[in-house]
């Protein structure tokens, strides 16, 4: 894999981490503010909504624009705004430089794709968005949970001191090793097609919403599932980085291969597995102790790999079929995932209070049986070339 494409996942690791790295400092922080922890929570909200909401007009406006150059603005604006997270002593201040940040992120994660893709072959192109988008699976794995050590030791602040520094680092590597992208020129098929994207974005908020259903509250899930509280949930969850990265590789390989169609069909069905034995589980499955905990590590990881191997997929099928429009298209899919995930945190919510526990992992299956359906029926073939593309 070319070197520069780590490089790109650099900022895909900054903004990724960034975006949670005060998560496990919400009640010291909401002391200091004075304002209650949900309203903190609501920091995390307002970043990803502003994301989802301006991606696509921002990538509108910036899609003509030399990538590198993007890039670097972002991470630069990255800087200055954790910056003044850091100094803020106002909660409505941290409100509005919060927003600032999720649409910044939503310019930066699209450029960093899009520039992925022109400096790879065709036939790498879904491993050099697997490895971008792993960028993300690393903040999960070190960036946020390094945030909450630092602001835990030396105070809240600091954890956005260290997403600034993070920033920065991406900054210098990019400035330093990445070389001017620039965006493809007019041609045949240019701009966003309905009938080419819409079914794309239509299944990567398919599948983010099957996945958040669960995913949002897994640990009152688990709780009920294994008695595991406290930091016995955060080792499960260490399993959603190690499935993330598997599901990365196993789709980049199926979107080089243009074996997309099936795999996308059996991640969903994976989904769709992970949601059953999650709902055996809250049934009484195995017996507790150590099976118990082997099963629902199983299902976790099921659950994570089959959710991160559709998006090199839907990734690299966008760039084919818009490739003049590649940012606005990618955009308009990280909107898609954001309001996946608003769905199912909602759906889910809504049921574990009115219904429990188990009817949370039967909706889910059920939105992921429907999304393979819809997947097979809408993408199942194999994708037609570019000149056919470009033809139709």
Same mark, same amino acid.
Request: aromatic share 6%; net charge neutral; no cysteine.
């Given at each position: 894999m070319n070197l520069r494409v780590y490089v790109l996942a650099l900022s895909t690791f900054a903004f990724g981490s960034g975006a949670?790295?005060?998560?496990?400092?919400?009640?010291?922080?909401?002391?200091? =503010?004075?304002?209650?922890?949900?309203a903190v929570g609501q920091l995390q909200t307002t970043y990803v909504l502003t994301s989802a909401?301006?991606?696509?007009? =921002?990538?509108?406006? #910036?899609?003509?624009?030399?990538?590198?150059?993007l890039l670097l603005t972002a991470l630069a604006v990255a800087v200055i705004l954790n910056l003044a997270c850091y100094l803020t002593a106002s909660f409505p201040a941290l409100l509005v430089l919060r927003a600032v940040l999720g649409a910044t992120a939503a310019l930066?994660?699209? #450029?960093?794709?899009?520039?992925?893709?022109?400096?790879?072959?065709?036939?790498r192109r879904g491993s050099a968005l697997a490895v971008v988008t792993g960028g993300m699976t690393v903040a999960f794995l070190m960036g946020i949970p390094l945030g909450s050590v630092v602001g835990s030791a030396f105070g809240w602040r600091t954890a956005f001191l260290l997403s600034a520094a993070?920033?920065?680092f991406a900054f210098v590597a990019i400035l330093a090793y990445l070389?001017?992208?620039?965006?493809?020129?007019?041609?045949?098929?240019?701009?966003?097609?309905?009938?080419?994207?819409?079914?794309?974005?239509?299944?990567?908020?398919?599948?983010?919403?099957?996945?958040?259903?669960?995913?949002?509250y897994i640990a009152p899930?688990?709780?009920? +599932?294994?008695?595991?509280?406290?930091?016995?949930?955060?080792?499960? +969850?260490?399993?959603?980085?190690?499935?993330?990265?598997?599901?990365?590789?196993?789709?980049?390989?199926?979107?080089?291969?243009?074996?997309?169609? =099936?795999?996308?069909?059996?991640?969903?069905?994976?989904?769709?597995?992970?949601?059953?034995?999650?709902?055996?589980?809250?049934?009484?499955?195995?017996?507790?102790?150590?099976?118990?905990?082997?099963?629902?590590?199983?299902?976790?990881?099921?659950?994570?790999?089959?959710?991160f191997s559709v998006m090199p997929v839907i990734q690299s099928r966008l760039i084919q079929r818009a490739p003049a429009a590649a940012p606005l298209a990618l955009a308009f899919n990280g909107s898609s995932a954001a309001l996946g995930q608003a769905f199912g945190g909602a759906l889910g919510g809504l049921l574990i209070t009115q219904a429990g526990a188990p009817s949370v992992t039967f909706a889910s299956a059920v939105i992921a049986v429907s999304a393979a359906g819809f997947w097979w029926l809408t993408n199942g073939r194999a994708q037609p070339?570019?000149?056919?593309?470009?033809?139709s």
């Open positions: 949670l790295i005060f998560a496990g400092l919400l009640e010291p922080m909401a002391a200091d =503010l004075g304002v209650s922890v949900g909401l301006a991606g696509p007009p =921002l990538a509108f406006l #910036a899609g003509r624009f030399e990538r590198r150059g930066a994660g699209p #450029a960093a794709s899009a520039a992925a893709s022109a400096l790879v072959p065709m036939e993070l920033a920065a070389p001017k992208v620039r965006p493809p020129g007019p041609q045949a098929g240019e701009g966003l097609r309905a009938g080419l994207v819409l079914p794309l974005f239509a299944s990567t908020f398919l599948a983010f919403g099957a996945d958040m259903t669960i995913t949002t899930i688990l709780r009920l +599932q294994a008695g595991v509280t406290g930091a016995g949930v955060a080792a499960f +969850q260490m399993l959603v980085g190690v499935g993330s990265f598997l599901g990365l590789t196993l789709g980049g390989r199926a979107a080089d291969r243009q074996a997309g169609g =099936l795999s996308v069909t059996l991640a969903f069905a994976g989904l769709a597995v992970g949601a059953g034995l999650h709902g055996l589980e809250l049934s009484g499955g195995a017996p507790e102790g150590l099976p118990t905990y082997l099963v629902v590590g199983l299902t976790v990881l099921i659950g994570s790999t089959s959710l070339s570019p000149a056919k593309l470009a033809a």
